[in-house]
């Protein structure tokens, strides 16, 4: 895949390294993300990915390698003003409101105060809390704290946005208007690097995914292009011979005969009636034909293995 050029880049790392007492955190991060994209970061608990955030808010300084934010070098302080960011594990001043609050951050954003004010009703009603304007925070249920925080995240309308775990604590109902957001915001042209363990959100709502494992990106993938999601044939056939199961190679990266039952790993589907005439002209008997795709957590597994809570 052709690397996008710097300018048209939102995130460009190379070799980010970062150890805390001599032990690496994060052992050679190297990415690039472009612009206008929803980008998902898979990987384990332990695997990097909130050291990794850090580092690219300037919260914690690399070790080694280097990285730009929208063209500038990490830490710039102009480029955070256009930068959004929910944190996992955020603490609001409680005894503020949530008008407050989003005024409050709007202006720590750069807002000049007036359009800080203006923005609040907007970024409220965009997370479904414009009723509770006036209330405090400390009577806030955690799905409503999650909501708030989104919208303080995108109070000012950032270039980019950094979402750590953003449907945490939210209902059926409140994953929906996560997702609803984050593609408005691609949509008027910002950059999401989103973080979850709920593989299926980030399924149907970023464009592009990277696994990282050991503080190392170990696989990228991009979910818009048929050929980076492997779809999964089950074929029931009988008399399928060692020669016809090598055969299969030119259309399968993997083919397994389990009894009566083959399994096939393709890139599309255009491929399968060749392969069904491949089988009965090589005199294999085929009666039932299904497929289905590899799912984002089956490829998570594969390639990080099961979290061990490390």
Not at 53 to 72: D, N, Q, S
């Amino acid at each position: 895949m052709t690397t996008p050029a710097t300018g048209s880049l939102a995130i460009d790392a190379r070799g980010l390294r970062k150890e805390f007492a001599g032990r690496p955190a994060v052992r050679d991060l190297t990415l690039s993300v472009p612009r206008g994209e929803i980008f998902g970061f898979l990987g384990p608990n332990g695997a990097g990915k909130s050291t990794s955030i850090k580092m690219f808010l300037g919260l914690v300084h690399p070790t080694a390698g280097r990285a730009t934010l929208l063209g500038a070098p990490i830490g710039d302080r102009d480029i955070r003003q256009r930068i959004g960011f929910l944190p996992e594990d955020f603490r609001f001043y409680d005894w503020l409101t949530a008008s407050e609050l989003l005024e409050l951050h709007g202006q720590l954003s750069g807002m000049a105060p007036r359009r800080a004010r203006m923005r609040v009703p907007e970024a409220l009603e965009l997370v479904g809390m414009s009723a509770h304007a006036s209330r405090r925070l400390r009577g806030f249920s955690k799905g409503m704290l999650q909501r708030l925080g989104l919208a303080q995240a995108l109070i000012h309308e950032p270039d980019l946005i950094f979402l750590d775990e953003p449907t945490s604590g939210l209902d059926p109902m409140g994953r929906r208007m996560v997702r609803d957001v984050i593609r408005a915001q691609r949509e008027r042209g910002a950059t999401v690097f989103l973080n979850s363990h709920l593989l299926s959100e980030i399924e149907v709502t970023c464009d592009r995914v990277a696994f990282i494992k050991d503080g190392v990106i170990v696989e990228s993938r991009d979910l818009r292009r048929e050929g980076d999601a492997t779809r999964q044939v089950h074929i029931t056939a009988r008399n399928v011979t060692p020669t016809i199961l090598t055969g299969l190679a030119e259309w399968s990266s993997r083919a397994e005969v389990n009894g009566n039952e083959l399994v096939l790993n393709v890139a599309s589907d255009d491929v399968i009636p060749t392969i069904v005439r491949h089988l009965v002209t090589a005199g294999a008997d085929v009666s039932q034909v299904v497929t289905s795709s590899t799912s984002l957590e089956e490829i998570f597994v594969r390639l990080v293995g099961e979290d061990r809570g490390l």
